[in-house]
């Protein structure tokens, strides 16, 4: 006998486990795609295709910059879409960006390392942008469709923190898989492989996608939820003036940079660190993850944490912790056992320290959002969340292009492919540690004394903006209720 299906008040299926399992697959489709190009892009092209390490920073800080103005760009083209589809606006992007995800990965990992150079840089441009543009098309829509799965604020604080179980399952497989698989015996990349894991991530992205898009309920009018921010509120000037007098979202914005810088900047670095210092690039997936492990254990204490001691406050103990872990690094315990035994650990204590940013870092920024209602009476929500979003990709962009440049500096050759000199090698080390600290320094400055809203003044300013609601709500009440017997007497006019 089939399960009945409980319904809420509107007639929709009663928002549950389903939901949260579907949305979950939603971000693990998308991040099938976005690990594949952070794990082995720079080796894809610096290595193996050969641009050379000054030319590509070059080429992907150009494509990079292009990235960060797109969300916004193709969002309002999603908004000023007003047709009516079969399966609904979201998910009809939702399956376009899909399908383009598999063809432009293709294209992007395209093995031809002889082709003339021209044409490995527009394979190179064209393929990231036609990737970044599909990737979009996806993830934009995705992101804004819990707006229409439900309206509770407990509900889609749930669909959230599935989200991030989704994102981190998709990010976790490839980083420990792809090197593995794609890495010979030199430790050198094997092209055509990237190639054939390309097309299998995007097959599994796809899968992933349509799983959500068939098992996911739409409470709420898609046309009533606007997927990009209003024009206006991308006024340069204005949102600038301020963002800058609101702390708590310039100290999130700078701990998320660092981060960016910190971490996405010495993806390249740490690759060539394995391949050359401790010469073994297949297990460096796995190092990685077992960074990650930190933040899996004390997960489902956040709340606890937070609840007792404040996002801010254990945000700062944490990047202490950070600090800590990344000073580990600099220990003079060489490329045999005990250094790469002294490199988990540093990344154990590391991985820690950033769980707790990580874990509450939008939550930070929610209060930032409402700082600026208590402050200035508005809440700004587009403004702050766009500048935000904004310098976070710029960081993404600058991070892997300028480390890239340093690389370059300190003689790293991309054509020697994983066979760099010893010398080169133990200076990525130094660089690696060197970006750790960096990152996990500014992360400790900004949050504990840029970013302002310590517990009791988030308290305070809680208590006191929704005492300020309480007051505005009657007033509302009685012009609404105004309008409708003005609109009844009109009526019996009539």
């Known amino acids: ?90 998910k009809t992007y939702i399956f376009i960006g899909a399908i383009g995800l598999i063809f432009s990965g293709l294209f992007f990992f395209l093995p031809l390392p002889n082709a003339p150079l021209a044409m490995r840089c527009i394979m190179f441009v064209l393929g990231y942008v036609l990737w970044d543009a599909f990737y979009t098309v996806a993830n934009v829509p995705y992101g804004s469709m819990m707006s229409v799965i439900t309206t509770d604020g407990s509900e889609r604080s749930q669909l959230s923190t599935c989200r991030s179980i989704g994102s981190m399952i998709g990010n976790i497989l490839p980083m420990v898989l792809l090197p593995i698989l794609c890495y010979d015996a030199s430790n050198n990349l094997k092209g055509e492989v990237v190639f054939i894991a390309s097309l299998i991530m995007g097959i599994i992205g796809f899968v992933c996608f349509i799983f959500m898009i068939k098992t996911t309920t739409i409470r709420v009018d898609e046309n009533t939820v606007e997927i990009s921010e209003k024009v206006e509120k991308f006024n340069v000037f204005k949102a600038m003036k301020n963002f800058i007098k609101n702390p708590p979202a310039v100290g999130a914005t700078l701990a998320a940079m660092a981060m960016f810088i910190g971490m996405q900047g010495s993806s390249a670095a740490t690759t060539v660190l394995f391949q050359s210092y401790f010469g073994n690039a297949q297990i460096s997936g796995i190092i990685m993850l077992i960074g990650y492990l930190p933040m899996f254990l004390f997960m489902p204490f956040i709340k606890k944490i937070v609840d007792r001691w404040g996002k801010k406050e254990a945000c700062s103990v944490g990047s202490a912790v950070s600090v800590f872990g990344a000073l580990l690094l600099f220990l003079p315990l060489g490329n045999g056992l005990p250094g790469l035994v002294g490199y988990v650990v540093a990344q154990v204590f590391f991985g820690l320290g950033l769980g707790f940013y990580t874990c509450v870092s939008w939550a930070l920024m929610a209060d930032a959002i409402d700082y600026n209602e208590w402050k200035n009476g508005a809440k700004e929500e587009g403004t702050v969340y766009s500048l935000h979003s904004f310098f976070r990709k710029l960081a993404q962009g600058l991070g892997p292009s300028i480390v890239v440049i340093i690389m370059g500096w300190l003689g790293y050759i991309g054509a020697n492919e994983g066979n760099q000199t010893f010398e080169v090698a133990s200076r990525m080390k130094w660089l690696v540690a060197a970006l750790y600290t960096f990152s996990a320094v500014v992360m400790f400055v900004s949050i504990t004394f840029v970013y302002n809203l310590d517990k009791k003044k988030v308290a305070i300013m809680t208590n006191e903006l929704e005492a300020r609601r309480q007051v505005a709500t009657p007033v509302e009440e009685v012009i609404e209720t105004v309008e409708v017997e003005n609109e009844e007497v009109k009526d019996s006019n009539e």
């Open 1 to 90: 006998m089939a399960k009945k299906v409980v319904l809420d008040e509107n007639g929709k299926r009663k928002f549950g486990m389903r939901d949260k399992v579907s949305y979950a697959a939603g971000d693990l489709g998308c991040n099938m795609s976005f690990a594949l190009k952070n794990t082995i892009m720079f080796v894809f092209w610096s290595q193996f295709m050969q641009l050379g390490e000054t030319l590509y920073a070059t080429l992907l800080l150009v494509v990079q910059i292009w990235d960060a103005i797109n969300d916004p760009l193709l969002g309002s083209l999603f908004d000023m879409d007003k047709r009516k589809y079969r399966m609904g606006k979201f």
